[in-house]
């Protein structure tokens, strides 16, 4: 049988996608995003990640957000993407938002991680090359070097959107003190920082301490990433562990994550997702998004009809005060 030609939704744009404005900036973007950390790599089925990615697509999900490092192996989620921009895509580039992202390890040697300009200008050509791509839409820096001038870090960032090679930057997992750095560097140069990407979910209310209101103030906006948990904040864990789900390889999430306190959490959590007649997992992802300082949440998913249910989360991200207290108290103390 012959695989055919991809041709989009016509609909996708009356899904029940809706967009939110990134700051202070010309760009909207989808209140859910894909994320191609896990389940893009040359590990899984090329067939599994098309299919994913014509589904968020076909429902006007433009957002795909990777990095050079996702896979496994290392690079190989970005040459996955490359395939489906060839196959699939490259006649909707201009629908499409792409990021990427350098920080984390990548290849062996000085020059293969952190924050130097060396490091970022060439994994960003890697990344181009893997990606099929003339430019990514968005290039961050994908955590913050202490050992590298900051300064020199954001002239990077600078000078590869100047370059042509990124048209927005963005930073990821920075502490609020060298945030503030990069998004005064950034703006006196007319490089304004879009993005701020941290993690945020019910479980990890980091952001909220400082990092949510000082990209507001900044005119930035904030894209959460493991909203979910990694799938903690699903229905996938309420009865031990599945064999084929993320817990099972015991790597990124462990099953010492789920303490019989955890599990006795989520149960509750759960509960609650159902009076309100959502799953946990659309509960977790409305979460996010009922803060308005939140622009867009990056879910993962192994399969199509996880995002599926996770689109369904934007038809209520609204919550009663009584909801949000008894969130709040089934995860207290964990
Ligand atoms: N900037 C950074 O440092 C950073 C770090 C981490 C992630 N990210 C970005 O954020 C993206 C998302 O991260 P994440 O994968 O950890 O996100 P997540 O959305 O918290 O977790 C995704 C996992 O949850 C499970 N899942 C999703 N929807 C489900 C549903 N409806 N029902 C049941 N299970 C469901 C799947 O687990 P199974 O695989 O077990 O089925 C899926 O792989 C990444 O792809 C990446 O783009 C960025």
């Known amino acids: 049988m012959i695989n055919p030609v991809y041709s989009p939704a016509p609909g996708r744009y009356e899904s029940g996608i809706r967009y939110r404005r990134c700051g202070r900036s010309g760009i909207l973007l989808p209140e859910i995003a894909l994320g191609l950390w896990h389940n893009f790599g040359n590990v899984n089925p090329l067939a599994n990640s ?64 952190w924050g130097s300009r060396k490091y970022l200008m060439a994994s960003l050509d890697q990344s181009l090359k893997r990606m099929n791509l003339d430019y990514v839409d968005l290039f961050y820096s ?64 980091e952001p909220e301490r400082a990092i949510l209101d000082q990209a507001k103030e900044n005119g930035v906006g904030f894209i959460a990433f493991s ?18 789900s993320r817990m099972a390889k015991e790597k990124f999430l462990k099953s010492s994550a789920l303490t019989p306190r955890m599990q006795a959490a989520l149960v509750k959590l759960n509960g609650i997702a159902a009076r309100r007649g959502q799953t946990l997992a659309e509960m977790a992802l409305a979460w996010c998004l009922k803060d308005d300082r939140v622009t867009s949440v990056i879910v993962g998913a192994s399969r199509v009809a996880q995002i599926e249910d996770d689109f369904k989360a934007l038809e209520n991200t609204a919550f009663s005060a009584e909801e949000l207290a008894e969130i709040d108290a089934a995860v207290q103390g964990l």
């Open 50 to 113: 098309l299919e994913m990615a014509h589904y968020a697509f076909d429902h006007g999900i433009v957002h795909f957000d990777l990095a050079n490092n996702y896979g496994p192996s290392y690079g190989s989620a970005e040459e996955t993407f490359g395939m489906i921009m060839r196959k699939s895509f490259a006649p909707f580039r201009d629908e499409l938002f792409i990021s990427s992202k350098a920080g984390y390890d990548m290849w062996p040697g000085p020059y293969g991680e």
């Open 142 to 205: 994908h955590r913050f070097d202490p050992k590298t001038p900051l300064e020199e870090t954001m002239q990077a960032l600078v000078d590869i959107v100047r370059a042509g090679k990124a048209l927005y930057a963005g930073i990821s997992n920075y502490p609020p003190e060298a945030a503030a750095f990069a998004y005064q560097y950034l703006k006196d140069r007319d490089v304004p920082c879009l993005i701020y990407q941290g993690r945020y979910n019910i479980l990890n209310r």
């Open 227 to 244: 909203p979910l948990a990694q799938g903690l904040l699903t229905g996938r864990y309420l009865d031990g562990i599945p064999a084929d």
